[in-house]
């Protein structure tokens, strides 16, 4: 049995689109009797709603780039943790409050505050009707457990910048993830590479060969431990790292069948 991992925005998600030939390299993966899932930044609300529109069907999500993993119906494996004080300090940072969004993951909700202009977050929630609960920034040291805190910039510089300050500041508690115009925060000890390891782990499929494919900076962990691909849009960055490079997730799926 082989195991595909792929990066959903960028990756799989291409032009506003899954398109017939990633879902075709899917299907075929899947009828030989391997294993194909997401690993996202988003979180599994935002991510499985897509799925089943452009027809496609995965063995299981890692989410919130390794700080959730479910099995395909949505059932909790494990999930990472950001204390809400350290939440409620990051949230002060003024690199911070110059994001247009804060999105707090839960396991089955997304918390949204300091929302305005160029915030697509309720966009994507009317669109694909999956569940936001709006709070203010008072309200955060009260939040359940938070595996990733979201944020939102104009230009994929500002991200970068933020992340940057963020890492330096707070390394040793979180990790800041700059992906074009997002950031993701998430626990220190959690990334794309771990959110695949540990699923290996609770499913029973250690041993299995991995083959990952991501196109930006945050896939870089899961691509470098699996000697992975990425796609042919990616940054030449990217594409400099990687054993390979393919039209897409369809062509590296089929290639490795």
């Known amino acids: 049995m082989k195991i595909a991992a792929s990066d ?6 291409r ?3 899954i398109s017939k030939a990633d879902v075709d390299g899917v299907n075929k993966w899947r009828a030989a009797g391997n294993k194909f899932g997401v690993v996202t930044g988003r979180d599994y609300g935002m991510l499985m709603p897509q799925l089943k529109h452009y027809g496609i069907i995965s063995d299981y999500a890692v989410c919130n780039n390794g700080g959730l993993i479910c099995k395909v119906d949505g059932t909790v494996l494990w999930q990472g943790n950001i204390p809400v004080e350290t939440l409620s300090e990051i949230a002060a940072e003024s690199c911070v409050q110059n994001s247009f969004h804060f999105a707090f993951s839960a396991t089955d909700t997304t918390y949204l505050c300091h929302e305005s202009e160029g915030s697509w977050i309720m966009r994507e929630a009317k669109q694909w009707n999956f569940q936001i609960k709006k709070m203010t920034e008072k309200e955060i040291p009260s939040l359940p457990q938070i595996h990733q805190f979201s ?3 104009v230009t994929p510089e500002e991200s970068f910048s933020a ?7 707070y390394g040793a508690i979180i990790h800041a993830y700059p992906n074009r115009c997002s950031l993701d925060i998430t626990p220190s000890n959690v990334s794309k590479r771990q959110g695949i390891e540990k699923l290996l782990e609770l499913m029973g499929w ?7 494919i991501g196109d930006e900076v945050n896939d870089l962990p899961m691509i470098k431990a699996f000697n992975g ?4 849009t990616a940054r030449k960055e990217i ?17 490795n069948l």
């Open 8 to 13: 959903y925005d960028g990756t799989l998600f």
């Open 15 to 17: 032009n506003e689109e």
């Open 151 to 153: 944020l939102g910039y």
């Open 163 to 169: 992340s940057e300050i963020l890492n330096k500041k």
């Open 206 to 212: 250690k041993g299995a060969e991995v083959f990952a």
């Open 229 to 232: 691909f990425t796609v042919d």
């Open 239 to 255: 594409q400099n790292q990687v054993q390979k490079v393919f039209s897409g997730v369809g062509a590296m799926l089929l290639d």
